[in-house]
């Protein structure tokens, strides 16, 4: 069982370290005079290479994985075509009613430039359709297999602002605005939107979590350093969202990638929670809340309900983390913990392997 366990820590890594973690489409609906526009920014080459996205975090874990490897490494003016040929037969499959079926057609589609074939790109499709005398509500059925996405509406006063995943269909959304959510629906909808970023999403969160876990599997000591963390992150998070604090992603993710070393590195040669350890974690924990606002800019959040999605968003961070804790303590704390050997057989081994990562990651952020 500890072997499987530090096994699932390397993977952990290398898919984080692969870079090919999927990430939602961003939508936004707009009408311009009679037309209905919506503009999808997508990842381009999963949709083409029919990666099937429902409950998937990393390409590299489909079938279709060598096809999307070889689309990520074509051109613009290769892959458009593609893209376009792809937008046509899909858009059939993406329903929009008001309160009947619009007649869906792709205006456009535009690749983005080719750049690091290790990081996505984003690509547009879209989308326009003619509406109805008198329409004035009107909603989106999301195709299944197409993954999570954001769906934003533009140019009113009082926008929709909701989060689909793949086979669910929106609220009636009014053509003239007036549809933001209660603070309770906000609340809600933003709770999945945290807890996928840290399970499955976030490998590197995941990894700075059991490091803090392995310094010792008693209750006490973890509760200081996760409160410790969770304190730090929340605070970074909100100035993040709010746009008070801002800092380029090429800064924060070498040095969330350093932080993960740092607290595998010291479990090696520390036994117990020292304060200042708890010190170092809450500066940590100012680094991640960065990496996390910067993950919730992309999906943007209610104008009218902010603080309600922002509280929404924090809490499902604190599920995933707490759900982390939880199988760490089922697959080793329960049944290791009290065993004599269990920091040299396990927590070193597992320590090490983490700040193995952390540096891999640290050096491919820095210099690839």
Known sequence: MITVFVGVVAWLGASGARAHEVTPTIAELRVEGNMLLLDLRLNAEAFVAGVNLDGVSDTNDTPQSADYDELRDLSPAELEPMLRGFAEDWAQSLTVAAPDPLDLSVAS???GALGNTEL?????????????EGARVLSLS???GSGGMVL?????????????????????????????????????DYIPVGFTHI????????LFVLG??????????????VSAFTLAHTITLALGALGWVQIPAHIVEPLIAASIVYVAVENVFARRLHRWRTVVIFGFGLLHGLGFASVLGEFGLPPGQF??????????????????????????GVWFRN??????????PASITIALIGAYWFVERVFF
Do not use: C
């Open 109 to 111: 589609v535009e690749v």
């Open 120 to 132: 996505s790109r984003a690509s547009h499709v879209r989308l326009s359709a003619p509406l109805p």
């Open 142 to 144: 999301w195709p299944a």
């Open 152 to 188: 934003r509406q533009m140019g009113v006063e009082d926008p929709y602002t909701g989060f689909l995943q793949g086979g669910e269909t929106s609220q009636p959304i009014p053509l003239s605005g007036g549809a933001n959510v209660s603070p309770q629906q906000a609340f809600m």
């Open 199 to 206: 399970l499955p999403l976030g490998a590197d969160h995941i």
């Open 212 to 225: 803090l876990f392995f310094l010792s599997a008693r209750l006490g000591p973890l509760l200081w350093q």
């Open 307 to 332: 603080v309600a999605a922002l509280l929404g968003f924090n809490v499902g961070v604190e599920l995933g983390q707490l759900a982390v804790i939880a199988a760490a303590f089922a697959l080793v």
């Open 339 to 348: 065993h004599p050997k269990y920091r040299g057989r396990v927590a070193i």
